[in-house]
């Protein structure tokens, strides 16, 4: 088990509730928004570099799954930098979602595209259609599939249904 997996499950952040992971995302976001490639790269460097990042986008990415409108799949995610290139597959399930580093030995889809590119979409400040149009990812497998992938996440905080003293 990494250190970051190992921190994340002894601090309850797997089953934290929805609205902590969301304040993560919008910091991430927040900090990477206007910032250009080489600034998201500076950016991952000041923050420990893209392994600790990567990991923990996909460790916290099934708390971001909406499973009102997740679609069963498996997702295979290619994330290259200068370095590094970084496999994980995602299995989305009756609205539970799975993420491993790896290659699964089948996809639904098979996603790639550098960690800036990535890092962008996770935080909504990128269209994935979009990005897929100006040949920012490349898709290989159900296009259709692809093209809902970032809409099975939250955009925005879920509601709250209490308060808080």
Known sequence: MSPYRARIEKEGRM???????????KWLAGSLDGLDDDGITAFVALMGGADPLVELVFLLMPQELNPEVAE??????????????FSYWTEISEGTLTA??????????????????????VTDL???????AEQEVRVHGDLLYA???????????????????
């Open 15 to 25: 089953v934290s509730t929805s609205t902590m992971v969301t304040d993560e995302r």
């Open 126 to 132: 990128q269209d994935a259609v979009k990005a897929f």
């Open 100 to 121: 491993e580093e790896g290659e699964p030995v089948t996809s639904r889809v098979h996603l790639s595209m550098t960690l800036p590119v990535f890092l962008r979409l």
């Open 72 to 85: 069963d799949g498996v997702i295979a995610w290619t994330i290259s930098t200068p370095d590094r290139t």
């Open 147 to 165: 093209m809902r992938v970032q809409g099975m996440f939250r955009a925005t905080p879920p509601t709250a249904t209490g308060t808080i003293a």
